[in-house]
């Protein structure tokens, strides 16, 4: 069933004390006050994840700034992080040792058009090449204050760049950190993080590995990926929403599962996957799933019979027809965050269209409606399809549990300790 995550957000403010962005924090609880134990990697991933693609930047932050917290395999692996904007500050976090291999990474990103900060700072000779590119540095005054403070904002002078006060916990605080010449302002006087919620879809979470590992193959298995998503309604709802985030630009309304691959691209649909991998999703709800496996596999097969061309619409219609229960939303307001063709949300939300006498025949057998099976035709032909869709959804679920149990181990290993705020 749907499940709620959460994101934490402290507000940055200007002298004025007008909000100007947002850092993004990893929350695992609504009351949480800091991070709980997680590694890092994953408590990016979370954030990423949730804030650019399952809510969307806008409903996060607005127009205004959002600081997020990475990783070194993150600013590793830049093919991983949205697309640069005028609105992402990428932090990078002051445990990360910094070498030649960072230097010349954080130059890329800068050069890429990424707004960079140097978060919790504390003087090094290794900072200099990075204090010539970075746009923020953030201090904070309960470690470095008093001779130390003024010092440092002397040596930061020269270079073109903001500096964030964190921490700044009393009004007199604000009042000296505005007089030292201090451009933004973070801390518990001016606003105290508060946590965002919202529900989200479990997800198989090897499902989403399985599909990470075909999306290292040098070619592109674009069928085999399709299989692994077509078996999962939930990463099959999530690569669509992801389509509707802004960076995408999408033109037009999606017609099947490969539809959405082929329009995403390789280079996106990698980064989404691997996103979603390292998030370590909860498991989906087996009757559930099977429930939507055998729809969509019936409605293709019926579509398959009548109208060949339409077995990918028709599947896809039956893998999201349970949507509504997954995420304990009416499927109305589901289905208008989805790219879907209009055929679809016809069948789906009125039962009118093209597509939708074959969902209707699906939901006859469920319901054991014989009279309305036999308006549509022969119910014998219905019972082998149902057989056959039920074999193949039992078959895709004892697959995936069976990776799952193989799995399971090595999903833990590698850990990065969190970064608690």
């Not at 999606?254 to 995403?264: D, G, K, L, N, W």
């Not at 006498?357 to 399809?385: C, H, K, M, P, S």
């Not at 549990?401 to 590698?414: E, G, I, P, Q, Y």
């Amino acid at each position: 069933m749907a499940r709620e995550f959460y994101i934490g957000r402290q507000e940055i403010f200007d002298s004025r004390r007008t909000v100007v962005g947002y850092e993004l924090l990893y929350r695992q609880r609504e009351n949480s006050l800091q991070a709980d134990a997680v590694n890092g990697d994953q408590a990016t991933s979370h954030v990423l994840m949730h804030s650019f693609w399952e809510l969307g930047l806008g409903a996060v932050v607005g127009n205004h700034m959002a600081f997020v917290n990475l990783t070194r395999n993150f600013l590793l692996n830049p093919d991983l992080l949205p697309p640069p904007s005028s609105q992402l500050v990428l932090e990078i976090l002051e445990d990360i040792v910094i070498d030649d291999t960072i230097i010349a990474t954080v130059r890329d990103l800068k050069s890429r058009g990424y707004l960079i900060a140097l978060d919790d700072f504390i003087y090094r000779d290794e900072f200099k090449p990075l204090l010539e590119i970075s746009d923020i540095v953030k201090i904070d005054i309960q470690l470095v204050s008093g001779d130390l403070l003024r010092e440092y904002i002397q040596l930061l002078r020269p270079y073109r760049l903001k500096l964030l006060a964190e921490k700044v916990e009393t009004p007199e605080t604000f009042e000296e950190c505005g007089r030292l010449g201090f451009d933004y302002y973070q801390g518990y006087f001016l606003c105290r993080p508060h946590v965002l919620s919202a529900r989200r879809l479990p997800a198989n979470r090897i499902n989403a590995l399985r599909m990470m590992a075909q999306l290292q193959e040098p070619e592109l298995n674009i069928k085999a990926i399709e299989e692994i998503i077509s078996q999962d309604p939930t990463l099959s709802y999530r690569l669509l929403r992801h389509m509707q985030s802004a960076h995408i630009g999408l033109r037009k309304k999606v017609q099947s599962i490969r539809h959405a691959i082929v329009y995403v691209g390789e280079i996106e649909l990698r980064r989404w996957a691997i996103l979603i991998a390292l998030a370590g999703i909860d498991d989906n709800p087996e009757a559930l799933i099977t429930t939507s496996l055998i729809r969509a596999r019936m409605c293709e097969l019926i579509s398959g019979r009548h109208n060949p061309k339409s077995k990918a619409s028709s599947f896809m219609m039956g893998l999201f027809s349970t949507l509504d229960a997954m995420l304990d939303q009416p499927l109305g307001s589901v289905l208008e965050k989805l790219p879907l063709s209009p055929e679809i949300n016809d069948a789906l939300l009125h039962h009118t269209g093209n597509l939708a006498q074959t969902l209707n025949l699906v939901l006859a057998y469920e319901r054991g409606d014989w009279d309305a099976i036999e308006a549509f035709g022969n119910v014998d032909d219905i019972a082998d399809i149902y057989l056959e869709a039920l074999t193949w959804a039992r078959e895709t679920i004892q697959d995936v549990n069976r990776d799952t149990r193989v799995a399971k181990s090595a999903s833990n290993s590698d850990s990065i300790p969190a970064r608690r705020r």
